[in-house]
Every structure is written in structure tokens, then in C-alpha cells.
């Protein structure tokens, strides 16, 4: 889940790594901080959420955000958030809800988890950033080592599938299955099951994530060198492709971003 402001004011939003032992599952965990009512665009980008929110009548909340598949907007109080952004087809995991079941949804995390989501929702009071994230991570690792022993933490689809995400999504299905060891149909099967989504709709919105990285960090660089490099057809598919996940156009999006 991806993140862009579109009116507002912040208090900025950041990024932090996760430990060691969870380095392969997590991304990172993220936080920001609104001092007013917000409109939000929340971007695919082909990983799925766990979100704390903490608002200023204080109220909180534990959420999970299933793997989307097109860009929505927002209405966010004035509140805290912390998310954990788990890596493409790994938060199975830590939250085993079907991909189907969870994909384009946000879930109470006490239906998945039942007390131990009301234990940890105890546990996250008025802390500092980083002080609650050291508290959902110790609870993830706990969960991740309840898992069999012997048993590897991650199955041969969750391993192409991050390495589809090193490649930014500029992959082949038929490579990606071969490397698995299945077939393309096994493959479409268990990706589903993990997110949600095909092989080939995750790595559609893996690469998008990209290229919309790309537009936010170096305006600079024109669509048509950012098509080339991630491997679209052509600049109208970059476009259409651009669209069909974000709502907005490669140049709306830049006009949208510096108007934050």
C-alpha cells in the first residue's frame, strides 16, 4: 500500500527497516502523522498491510489491508498510523486469510486473530513511534517461530514472487513458474491463494508501484524513458497501464504530487 497526500497538512511520513529475523517478510514498517483532516490516495503496490491508527479523540484501531488492485481515496482524521508492509505473498504468514477473502478489503485483525489482537491493541498506547513499532515487530516474530518446526517460512511461489519484486515486476509467468518448480496453472493457483491476485496482476502492479516510485523521486525523467525501462510496450500501454492502477494519468500524477 502505497501512499500519496492530496490535501492536508502532515507531519511527514517515514520509513524504517525491520529486524533481521523478519527482513524477508517485511518491507519495512512506515509511519505518519496528521495534524488535520486529510484526503489520502492510497496507490497498489502488489503488498498487503497491517495498520495501527491512533486518532486524536483516542480512539485506535488494528487493521489489515488485504493487496489492492486500483488506487482509492481516503478521508483520514487527525491521527497516528503505523503500517507493516509485508513483502508480495507473505503475509499469509502472519495473517492466514485466504488472498481472495482479503484482497481490496480492510479487516478487523481481532476477527483473524481473536485475543491476541485485543492483547496487543492493550499494549499500544500513547508511545512514541519508535517504541510501538518495537512492539508490533516482537509480536510478528512471535508469531512467525509458532509456525511447525522444520517447516520453511517460505513456500517455492513466495521465493519467485520476491524475486519478481527485484525485478520490478518486469518478468515472464512462464519463468516465474519454471523457477518454482510448477506448472503456470499451480503457479496462478497458490499466488492467488497468498494474495489475491494472478501472477500476472501482481507483477502488473509491482511494476507500476515502480514507475510511480520513479515519477515521485526524479521528475526529471520523462514517461517515455520510465516505459523503456520497465519494459511496457510502448508509451500509451505505460499510460493506460498508469491509469488503470492510480486513477490518474503519468502527468495528473506529477501535477497531483506538487501540489502536496
Not at 524477508?24 to 496528521?34: A, L, M, Q, S
Request: aromatic share 8%; glycine share 8%.
Amino acid at each position: 500500500m502505497s501512499n500519496s497526500t492530496t490535501g492536508g497538512e502532515q507531519l511527514g511520513y517515514r520509513e524504517y527497516r525491520p529486524s533481521a529475523r523478519l527482513a524477508k517478510f517485511v518491507e519495512c514498517f512506515w509511519t505518519h502523522e496528521t495534524v488535520e483532516k486529510t484526503v489520502h490516495r492510497v496507490l497498489p503496490d502488489g503488498c498487503a498491510d497491517l495498520l495501527f491508527t491512533q486518532t486524536g479523540a483516542g480512539s485506535q484501531e488494528l487493521t489489515v489491508i488485504g493487496t489492492m488492485t486500483r488506487a482509492r481515496l481516503f478521508d483520514l482524521p487527525k491521527a497516528k498510523f503505523i503500517g507493516v508492509r509485508f513483502r508480495p505473498g507473505t503475509s499469509f504468514l502472519f495473517v492466514p486469510v485466504p488472498g481472495p477473502e482479503l484482497v481490496d478489503q480492510r479487516i478487523p485483525l481481532r476477527e483473524i486473530w481473536g485475543s491476541k489482537a485485543n492483547q496487543l491493541h492493550e499494549q499500544l498506547g500513547d508511545s512514541s513511534f519508535p517504541q510501538l513499532i518495537a512492539r508490533i515487530e516482537t509480536e510478528l516474530i512471535e508469531q512467525l517461530y509458532a509456525q511447525p518446526r522444520g517447516q520453511p517460512f517460505l513456500n517455492s511461489t513466495q521465493r519467485v514472487l520476491s524475486w519478481a519484486e527485484q525485478q520490478h515486476g518486469n518478468v515472464r509467468i512462464d519463468d516465474l513458474a519454471d523457477l518454482a518448480g510448477l506448472s503456470a496453472r499451480q503457479l496462478r493457483r497458490v499466488c492467488l491463494e497468498l494474495t489475491g491476485l494472478t501472477p500476472k496482476q501482481l507483477c502488473r502492479a509491482i511494476r507500476f508501484r515502480k514507475a510511480a516510485t520513479q515519477l515521485m523521486n526524479d521528475g526529471n525523467v520523462g514517461s517515455a524513458t520510465i516505459a523503456l525501462d520497465l519494459g511496457y510496450y510502448d508509451q500509451a500501454h505505460f499510460i493506460n497501464e498508469f491509469r488503470a492502477f492510480s486513477g490518474l494519468t503519468p502527468s495528473e500524477y506529477c501535477t497531483d504530487m506538487v501540489q502536496v
